[in-house]
């Protein structure tokens, strides 16, 4: 069975664009999380989508966006990039999501803006 | 405070060591995971707990409930052991939300 496929691998963009990410997760999972780790705060939840349907989220501003397909794909949009955004963009997949779901991560797409 | 406490922050030792990462959290959780990341960013889950002890290999992981404590012990290390061990928590607050420690960074010196 393939792993969890982040797209790309690595991105530079400038200060002011947009970007976006994308994760295939392993096949039969439904559920699809993203992660953003810096240097400075580690490792932090972005938000988790569910059969379409995003199901939380976490303390971004409202320029990180996402969404999944009816394939359970997803993407995360980040909108006037700044350079803070600099990081490791990490997507995880389960079968099901939730409290007792193992969470399968991707290899991340490291993404720095200039 | 983090929600999450790893300790120690970074950890060297020699090859054949015994190895243990500890990992404190303050809230209530469902279930509580334990991650490595190689240079280069990819994460493997390693476990996956909610109660008592979980063995893989020279890997083993428990936790106490009670005490809101979990260790990773790593028997006979090698340095292809070396790499960021995370612990994170499904808080029972928020089910679908991992809360991350900050990382054992372990180098394993042959």
């Known amino acids: 069975k393939a792993g969890v496929t982040q797209t790309p691998r690595y991105l530079?963009?400038?200060?002011?664009?947009?970007?976006?990410?994308?994760?295939?997760?392993?096949?039969?999972?439904r559920s699809v999380s993203w992660y953003q780790q810096t240097p400075g705060q580690g490792l932090q939840f972005l938000f988790e989508y569910?059969?379409?349907t995003q199901r939380n989220k976490g303390n971004f501003p409202g320029r990180f966006s996402g969404r999944q397909f009816s394939n359970s794909?997803?993407?995360?949009?980040?909108?006037?990039?700044?350079?803070g955004d600099s990081a490791l963009y990490l997507c995880?997949?389960?079968?099901?999501?939730g409290e007792r779901s193992e969470a399968f991560f991707g290899q991340g797409t490291r993404l720095t803006v200039v | 405070k983090?929600?999450?406490?790893?300790?120690?922050?970074?950890?060297?030792?020699?090859?054949?060591?015994?190895?243990?990462?500890?990992?404190?959290?303050?809230?209530?959780?469902?279930?509580?995971?334990w991650l490595q990341q190689h240079p280069g960013g990819?994460?493997?889950?390693?476990?996956?707990?909610?109660?008592?002890?979980?063995?893989?290999?020279?890997?083993?992981?428990?936790?106490?409930?009670?005490?809101?404590?979990?260790?990773?012990?790593?028997?006979?290390?090698?340095?292809?052991?070396?790499?960021?061990?995370?612990?994170?928590?499904?808080?029972?607050?928020?089910?679908?939300?991992l809360v991350f420690g900050q990382g054992t960074r372990l180098t394993i010196n042959p």
């Open chain 1, 12 to 29: 530079i963009k400038t200060r002011g664009q947009q970007v976006t990410l994308s994760c295939s997760p392993i096949s039969g999972h």
């Open chain 1, 50 to 52: 569910f059969s379409e």
């Open chain 1, 73 to 83: 794909r997803s993407e995360m949009n980040v909108s006037t990039l700044e350079l």
């Open chain 1, 92 to 97: 995880a997949s389960s079968p099901l999501g």
């Open chain 2, 2 to 33: 983090n929600e999450v406490e790893q300790s120690p922050q970074n950890l060297t030792a020699q090859e054949g060591e015994f190895i243990t990462i500890n990992c404190s959290y303050s809230v209530g959780i469902s279930a509580l995971h």
């Open chain 2, 42 to 97: 990819g994460i493997v889950s390693l476990f996956m707990l909610s109660s008592g002890k979980k063995k893989h290999g020279r890997l083993i992981a428990t936790i106490n409930i009670q005490e809101k404590h979990s260790s990773l012990h790593i028997t006979a290390s090698h340095p292809r052991d070396s790499a960021v061990y995370i612990c994170a928590v499904r808080n029972l607050q928020g089910a679908q939300k």
